[in-house]
């Protein structure tokens, strides 16, 4: 063989051999155990603990409000879609939940031109303003009267 | 090919480079174990990826915009703050009565989603007569078959996953955008503290603990129906969606097939 | 509820519309997530691949008359091949994971790809094609060369000495087959950054079957052009006289590769514009609003009309014209070109960005100066490959050194008269 030729070749072998090892020493443990990623990121993204406690939580201790709110419109509506998270006080009923304003019961009643039909919404101007939306409504039972 | 001036010398390097390589190695399993460690503490036991199939599905006339849905993604994953990092948002579609005689089927569609919805929509400005019909369609990782996200990933960081969630593994992934620019919904975004690409992940630190995501847990109408193709419940609110409505996908023409199916969808939504 | 808690991110919300009408929210950033260093990288990579055009009519096609200027033009692709993963490093949001691209390539992503064609196009074309060719000229060098030069020189050799007529015909064998491997590599390194874009089906302005083609085009046009401005500008610094023929010669092939291109992209905007591909509408009012300058002005007008006018004419009018005229017609298309192939390359990559994929919204950006996609950035990493050229010049190109007497032909082609003799070194 040519020297030329013979040193390139050398030099050639010794590039692919150590991407090789390269490639066997720096590839992750777990890659390609599923698929063409690391299969530990499946673990690792379920690791975080969850922020909102869920319903479940909830009804260990509430059972009771629950089946109010079966009874009437906000029987789909979560626990902690009003009340916010929930975690904490799930955790230790002393840790209390915040307020819920006004604004908690516009958020979803307030017309602003593309709510659906079957919802009742209001015009805020419009509406009766004399009191707090729970001196008239009660929000576990909408179609009760207080 | 420039180096190396001797066998001798070439030899010398070569096995220079495989201790540095072989240290290394040592380094990478030690780092491996701590991970493992990690994982089999906090991680929830006993949940099998093959086991399940996760799909999210939308009735947009069920939305009513109150954008809980959007506030509690972000509470729940840590998303960061500002306009321009969503996992889920919602937008407003208020299309306008057409121009009288123009012999247009409709006018002026308004698409707005103002810090995606987060903070619910304002009032609207159009007035309500020149309203033709107005709705909020909720978006988020459409969950497609065949991913564009996935197929471009250069290193593998972003992948889909047994039970149907796509998933972008934060500590392996480069930050090159290929993803971003990839998904035709807008699905994704770099996370300017991370770097790493990141999208929805269906919750799955809660789906794997038997949890809903949060914008199922928190959403006030059950306009997001979640559920197991592969352990249909009683009563399934996923069968019993399919089954129930004439059911669309966003942007069919691209070939992805999103998983993620909606009802009432109109065809300006794209 | 309040949810503002624990990722209290540093997040100014700006209230000043950065976009008209509807983009997704992850649209809606201060910065387009691909920037200036992207649109550098396309253009230095084409740059690669013109000049490795250029160099190949020369051993391949024979093109006797464009021999002054091989070895700069193998030289020129390899300082700018040297600088074109610099851009794409930096952007990366983890260049310290950038490794993975080649330890677990992931192959059905054209990016993953880019490892083993820059490594390839490297190592087994350019670099083996300029061992072979400067081989002799090492061993000789390495003779009369002292002090770290001559250590360099040594080197370079790879310890082989050999400079028999036989080791030298082997030599020229090896580099022309090289050269025939490499202009298909020529093809893949730049059709493939044309498919990274083409490929995007999620972005009608990218997802494009033409994408590949018309990045090779502007690579070949803007590779001649580089190589014209090279090499006028080495002659001016070393004050020795051009080489007309060559010059006459590479502007033939500049104008040719000018009217391809511009015909083929012409093609990619009538079949737009008549097909009305969905969003054609936002893409045609972008590029009005968004695109005029870089463009209209930019790419169609300084980038090809003008050229193609002034070259144009020197093909009809060659002989009429007095030499100093046309060296002044070459320099200034070879500018012109080289403008509008980047003003090309940055509507491709900034156009694709500036329209939500909603297709209901545009956005602006605000080129900023610092930063990393900044200007000043840009500017360090467009000037950095001519630094690389001017060590290698210096190096491989000296005046000082002589120059062996072979010729970038296969043994096997007729050898004219004047060809056997000894180039002039530099030139």
Redesign the interface.
């Known amino acids: 063989m040519p020297p030329q030729i013979f040193r390139l070749v050398l030099l050639t072998l010794a590039i692919i051999v150590s991407y090789i090892i390269a490639r066997y020493l720096l590839t992750p443990a777990s890659f390609g155990q599923y698929g063409f990623y690391r299969a530990e990121a499946l673990a690792e993204a379920a690791t975080p603990e969850p922020v909102f406690a869920g319903r479940k939580a909830c009804l260990e201790c509430h059972e009771d409000i629950q089946e109010k709110l079966l009874k009437g419109e906000h029987k789909t509506i979560g626990c902690e879609s009003c009340h916010g998270v929930g975690r904490e006080h799930a955790q230790n009923p002393d840790v209390k939940l915040g307020k819920i304003g006004d604004s908690g019961c516009l958020r979803c009643h307030e017309d602003n031109g593309a709510r659906p039909a079957w919802i009742k919404v209001i015009v805020v101007k419009d509406h009766y303003r004399g009191d707090k939306c729970a001196g008239c409504h009660v929000p576990h039972q909408p179609n009760e009267v207080p | 090919m420039k180096h190396s001036v001797s066998r001798r010398q070439m030899l010398a390097t070569l096995g220079g480079l495989l201790a540095g390589l072989a240290s290394l190695a040592a380094a990478r399993t030690a780092r491996g174990a701590v991970k493992k460690v990690l994982v089999t503490t906090k991680a929830p036991r006993g949940y099998d990826p093959h086991q399940h199939k996760w799909l999210m599905c939308f009735d947009v006339d069920k939305c009513i915009g109150c954008g809980l849905c959007v506030d509690a993604c972000k509470t729940e994953n840590h998303v960061p703050a500002g306009p321009m990092y969503f996992r889920t948002w919602i937008e407003r579609y208020i299309i306008k009565k057409p121009e009288p005689g123009s012999g247009k089927t409709r006018g002026e569609v308004l698409v707005d989603s103002p810090n995606g919805g987060r903070d619910g929509f304002p009032p609207t400005t159009v007035p309500r007569e020149e309203i033709l019909k107005a709705f909020f369609v909720p978006k988020l990782c459409n969950l497609c078959e065949a991913s564009p996200c996935t197929q471009v990933c250069p290193v593998g960081a972003t992948f889909d996953a047994p039970d149907g969630a796509v998933l972008v593994d934060p500590n392996y992934c480069i930050g090159c955008g290929f993803c971003i620019q990839a998904c035709p919904y807008g699905c994704r975004f770099l996370n300017p503290e991370t770097r790493v690409a990141e999208k929805c992940t269906l919750c799955y630190h809660r789906i794997t603990r038997g949890l809903k995501p949060a914008c199922v847990e928190i959403c006030p109408t059950e306009a997001r129906i979640f559920g197991d193709l592969k352990h249909p419940v009683e009563n399934d609110p996923i069968q019993a969606f399919i089954q129930k409505h004439r059911v669309h996908t966003l942007k069919p023409h691209l070939g992805t097939e999103p998983r993620v199916l909606y009802a009432n969808l109109d065809k300006e939504v794209r | 509820?309040?949810?503002?808690?624990?990722?209290?991110?540093n997040?100014v919300?700006e209230t000043l519309p950065r976009f008209e009408?509807?983009v997704?929210?992850?649209?809606?950033?201060p910065h387009p997530?691909?920037g200036f260093l992207i649109v550098i990288y396309p253009y230095i990579t084409g740059l690669v691949a013109g000049a490795f055009i250029m160099a190949s009519l020369v051993r391949v096609f024979r093109v006797k008359a464009l021999e002054p200027v091989y070895r700069l033009s193998l030289l020129t692709a390899l300082a700018f091949l040297l600088c074109a993963p610099l851009p794409?490093l930096f952007?990366?949001?983890?260049?310290e994971?950038?490794?993975?691209?080649?330890?677990?390539?992931?192959l059905?992503?054209?990016?993953?790809i880019?490892g083993f064609v820059y490594a390839w196009y490297l190592?087994a074309v350019l670099?083996?094609e300029l061992?072979?060719d400067y081989?002799q000229d090492f061993v000789e060098w390495a003779r009369i060369t002292p002090g770290w030069r001559g250590i360099i020189y040594?080197?370079?050799t790879?310890?082989?000495t050999?400079t028999s007529e036989r080791?030298v015909a082997?030599?020229m064998k090896?580099s022309w087959i090289i050269s025939i491997i490499g202009i298909p590599s020529a093809f893949l390194l730049h059709g493939y950054v044309g498919f990274?874009f083409g490929?995007?089906?999620?972005?009608p302005w990218?997802g494009n079957v033409l994408m590949p083609i018309i990045f090779i085009l502007s690579a070949m046009v803007s590779g001649i052009a580089l190589c014209v401005f090279n090499y006028m500008v080495l002659s001016w610094v070393r004050r020795r006289e051009l080489d007309m023929r060559c010059l006459d010669v590479m502007g033939m092939f500049l104008f040719y590769a000018l009217v391809v291109d511009a015909a083929i992209e012409a093609l990619d905007w009538i079949h737009r514009a008549y097909s009305a591909v969905?969003g054609f509408h936002v893409m045609e009012y972008m590029a009005r609003e968004r695109l005029f300058y870089t463009l209209s002005i930019g790419q169609l007008a300084v980038g090809t009309v003008v050229p193609l006018l002034l070259l144009g004419a020197l093909q009809i009018l060659r002989k009429r014209v007095p030499e100093l005229f046309r060296k002044r017609i070459y320099f200034t298309s070879a500018v012109l070109i080289l403008i509008g192939v980047f003003a090309m390359r940055w509507n491709v990559v900034m156009g694709?960005q500036y329209f939500?994929?909603?297709?209901?919204g545009v956005m602006s950006y605000k080129l900023e100066f610092a930063g990393v996609e900044g200007w000043f950035m840009g500017m360090i990493l467009l000037a950095l490959p001519f630094v690389i050229l001017t060590v290698l010049i210096k190096l491989f190109l000296s005046e000082q050194l002589p120059t062996s007497g072979h010729v970038p032909h296969p043994p096997t082609a007729p050898l004219e008269t004047g060809a056997s003799a000894p180039r002039p070194a530099g030139a």
């Open positions: 509820m309040s949810a503002e808690a624990t990722n209290a991110v997040v919300i009408g509807f997704y929210p992850n649209e809606s950033g997530l691909w794409l952007h990366l949001g983890h260049p994971r950038s490794y993975q691209i080649m330890i677990t390539p992931h059905t992503s054209p990016m993953a880019f190592m670099l083996l061992w072979f081989r040594r080197a370079f790879l310890g082989v050999d080791a082997l030599d090896m990274i490929s995007i089906k999620a972005n990218w969905e694709g939500s994929k909603s297709l209901r």
